[in-house]
């Protein structure tokens, strides 16, 4: 009932390029750019005699299958069968699997499901914004997508799995290590908040937003160890299903003040602080060089004197931890606390949706109109002061706001 991410669009660089194999949902498909420029999304089997389409031809807007020349258009209609004579009927009762497909934001997406409920295209402030002002990744995790997602709405390990530098109080999410948290409901989803005790200095407030089915916003405008950033951003993930075991991250960026752009170099030193920088993954892959072949290369010295984990990389640390559950968590044996409030929320809206699906309705986070414009934030709030007055302006893209 959702378009979900299906590639990065320079994995598909060129016209009547190499296709690309793709596992989404559980699912063997074939992605291609044709003559025009367009993305097709295609079983990846032929429909004649089940021949792998990843060897086609990609010419004059279609595939075509190598082993008898049946070629078919990213609508999925066979147009051309040359091993059969010549006004065949045939040719116009076959035809294969295809899925709509649509680029926004560096990033190709498709929806995969009944062609009568097709919502409207996906539409957030990251996937408008210039090429200048936005950057996407995408990580192979092999666990459920799931347990990777709990990860990403969950704040309280940021105290833990992500503390860097041991001893460091000015790291804000030291001071106070078990927030309070606050969850709301909404047409797309939730926001939550996270709120820390400074003590006198006030509370440290962030609130985050998850968009059904997997997407997550979180604020980056008070810098990981305190200070303001200099350049107002947000951040976030989508976790895509491959299957049930495996998982494709996509993590994008977003500076949204429009008189300042992402600088490359500021970027390539935070993806390579993450642990998925160009050098950390395997060449050709989206997979980590440090993985669970080899024990993410923890340093045992290291979380003794320097950090929490051992491991380096705040993306490599969460993989250790999610991956490491197993492919599919056993949560019947979980004890949650307080601090699971946003995971609790999460779990009970993907039951609601599944069970309002099952019966015919629409489930929260299909119009895109509900989403498109919400932001998250993060900021030092004073003593006595309301979060809600004082980060007003920031939580909502008020350029792009239909009201």
């Known amino acids: 009932r959702y378009w979900w991410p299906m590639c990065l669009s320079s994995e598909l660089p060129e016209k009547d390029g190499s296709p690309l194999r793709v596992r989404l949902l559980g699912e063997d498909l074939v992605a291609y750019r044709n003559t025009d420029g367009k993305v097709g999304l295609i079983d990846a089997y032929c429909p004649h005699r089940r021949a792998p389409m990843f060897f086609a031809r990609n010419e004059e807007c279609g595939l075509r299958c190598v082993y008898h020349g049946w070629k078919f258009d990213h609508h999925g209609d066979c147009v051309d069968m040359p091993s059969e004579p010549a006004g065949t009927t045939l040719q116009a009762k076959v035809k294969i699997l295809a899925y709509p497909c649509v680029e926004k934001g560096g990033v190709v997406w498709t929806y995969m499901g009944p062609k009568e409920l097709q919502p409207p295209e996906p539409d957030y402030e990251w996937t408008r914004a210039p090429a200048t002002h936005r950057y996407v990744s995408k990580t192979f995790e092999n666990c459920n997508y799931l347990q990777c997602m709990e990860g990403g709405l969950d704040t309280a390990h940021s105290s833990f799995a992500h503390n860097n530098k041991l001893g460091d109080r000015a790291n804000l999410r030291q001071h106070d290590k078990a927030p309070h948290i606050d969850v709301e409901r909404t047409d797309y989803g939730y926001y939550y908040v996270s709120t820390r005790d ?31 950033n200099e350049t107002p951003r947000q951040d976030g993930h989508i976790w895509v299903p491959v299957d049930d075991h495996t998982t494709h991250v996509y993590n994008w960026i977003l500076a949204y003040d429009e008189t300042i752009a992402l600088d490359p170099a500021w970027l390539e030193k935070r993806e390579a602080s993450m642990g998925r920088g160009a050098n950390d993954l395997i060449p050709g892959t989206f997979r980590l060089k440090k993985n669970q072949s080899n024990d993410y290369l923890i340093d045992r010295q290291m979380q003794k004197t320097q950090n929490f984990t051992g491991i380096a990389g705040v993306n490599t640390q969460d993989f250790a931890l999610q991956e490491g559950m197993g492919p599919i968590c056993d949560r019947s044996k979980e004890f949650l606390g307080t601090s699971d409030k946003a995971v609790v929320a999460m779990r009970r809206l993907l039951l609601e949706a599944m069970d309002v699906n099952e019966k015919g309705g629409s489930p929260r986070g299909l119009d895109p109109a509900h989403s498109r414009s919400v932001r998250a934030h993060d900021n030092m709030v004073p003593p006595g002061t309301d979060w809600r007055a004082q980060f007003e302006k920031e939580l909502v893209d008020r350029k792009s706001t239909r009201l």
């Open 198 to 228: 400074m003590g006198l200095e006030g509370r440290y407030v962030r609130v985050y937003q998850y968009i059904l089915p997997a997407q997550q916003m979180r604020a980056n405008c008070v810098g990981w160890f305190g200070g303001k």
